[in-house]
């Protein structure tokens, strides 16, 4: 198990989230996230009620890990914790008016996800919308939008020729960032 000392609060509507990365992804304390949504007393409690009727099934149990994170007593207590992706399922299992615009969201992704599956043009315009909404030139954007398809092209054309693993590919990629102008 490989966890990284780096542990950062988060701040979601004046409450402060305990965090930390492990294997190389961003996991949350799970308690505090739930103090934040229902404002209970008890979170800790609250939690333990959630587990017990959303997650009692050892198939989701993977929603969460135990990583000690420090607590208010300034002592490192096991906590369960969650990755992005983990969290949003708590979340979904949070029957809370604060839970419910992120439940809206995941709504609305889900179904802009199946819309782009449809249609998979939609995804580089909504690509191209995020962009934008981040304030990146939109010569920028072109550049980006040609050289994923260009970079997409060529992989499809080694791929073609028996490339088969991502070694294989960076490799490839290294020869091809090293090879002169001509």
Known sequence: ???KEIIKLAVFQGKEIRRIIH???WWFAVVDVIEALTESPTPRQYWGKVKKREFTDPQLSPVWV???LTAAD???YATDCANTKGLFRVIQAIPSPK???F???LA???YER?????NPELAQERMKQLYEQKGYPKEWIDKRLRGIAVRQDLTDEWQQRGAQNSREYAILTMRLCRAPLT
């Open 1 to 3: 198990m490989t966890t």
């Open 23 to 25: 294997e190389g992804e």
């Open 66 to 68: 135990q990583l000690k």
């Open 74 to 76: 300034g002592k490192k």
């Open 99 to 101: 839970a419910e615009p």
């Open 103 to 105: 439940k809206q969201w």
């Open 108 to 110: 609305q992704v889900g």
């Open 114 to 118: 199946i819309q782009e599956i449809e």
